[in-house]
């Protein structure tokens, strides 16, 4: 996916799919959550959840990189095409 000119709206749109995809948790249920471990998400779900976000967005987040919620890697990753852009 190319990430050029993606808005914060649009990026949270598709990583709530695609957490809701990988993990077959209803969107909603994402978007009313602060920490993904109120989910019942163990640290392998994360993991996996950084894997499809580096290979969809083709970028690398670092481990000491917090990301804990829908906001974390939304944040990450417009970082990143603001960075790109430049």
């Known amino acids: 996916m190319s990430n050029t000119n993606l808005s914060a709206q649009s990026i ?12 077959r948790i209803s969107p909603e ?3 009313e959550v602060n920490d993904l471990t109120e989910l019942n998400f163990d640290i392998l779900d994360v993991v996996d959840v950084i894997l ?8 690398y987040i670092p481990d000491d990189v917090p990301v804990y919620t ?3 890697f939304v944040d990450f990753i417009f970082k990143q095409n603001l960075n790109q852009a430049c």
Not at 52 to 59: G, K, L, P, S
């Open 12 to 23: 949270r749109q598709e990583v709530v799919h695609l957490i809701s995809s990988l993990k």
């Open 70 to 72: 829908v906001d974390d």
């Open 52 to 59: 499809e976000i580096e290979r969809t967005y083709n970028v």
């Open 29 to 31: 249920k994402l978007n």
